[in-house]
């Protein structure tokens, strides 16, 4: 690993020594992938990382090529003392709104963490635990451990698509992941919405 990338690794570390030096043991880093899509689930993560952990490459997964994401994955969860990831389908969605399903889908990500976290970092969210937290705007640019929860996210999302691409071939889930492209706007308007679309979102 070169010089510069130890110096970013270390950078979006910053959070979590901080964490560590104030006596925090578990600090997870918590993310989401799917807000957007006008069909699918919405996936949340929540990745456990050990003190001093630099992955590298490891980024927000928006900035990476899928190639990278998917190669980043198993080093994340060989390194991770403990992950958690969770999904709220597009029926839930629809019933409680997209911000509340993101909520829920995160809260049940760090249930599953093992040790509990003592700590979340989140990108742009709090939830209603009693665990201590803090919201970072662009978090997942910021803090290593929730870049490697974005990263579990979206490639379990992915994957999710992928099958339903199986299952509904005409939408184009596998290219699009089920986000607003034109291409998936104007299969919804020729073929109507499928059983995995979300029924609250506008198509135009």
Request: aromatic share 6%; net charge positive; charged share 25%.
């Amino acid at each position: 690993m070169d010089e510069k990338e130890l110096a970013r690794l270390r950078q979006m570390s910053v959070y979590e020594q901080e964490l560590f030096d104030q006596g925090y043991r578990w600090i997870a880093g918590v993310d989401e992938a799917g807000r957007g899509p006008l069909a699918g689930p919405v996936v949340a993560a929540a990745v456990i990382l050990p003190p001093g952990c630099l992955i590298e490459k490891l980024n927000d997964s928006k900035k990476l090529s899928p190639a990278r994401r998917l190669a980043l994955e198993p080093v994340i969860l060989e390194q991770a003392i403990s992950y958690g990831i969770a999904t709220v389908n597009h029926r839930i969605i629809d019933k409680i709104n997209i911000l509340q399903a993101t909520r829920l889908a995160m809260m049940r990500a760090v249930a599953k963490l093992r040790p509990a976290a003592d700590y979340l970092l989140l990108d742009a969210m709090t939830l209603p635990v009693e665990t201590a937290q803090k919201g970072l705007i662009h978090g997942d640019a910021l803090s290593i451990s929730i870049a490697a929860a974005s990263i579990l996210a979206k490639n379990h999302r992915d994957r999710l698509m992928e099958a339903m691409d199986g299952l509904f071939p005409q939408y184009g889930f596998a290219q699009h992941k089920g986000y607003p492209t034109s291409a998936h706007r104007q299969a919804i308007l020729q073929f109507g919405p499928s059983p995995v679309h979300r029924r609250t979102f506008r198509v135009k």
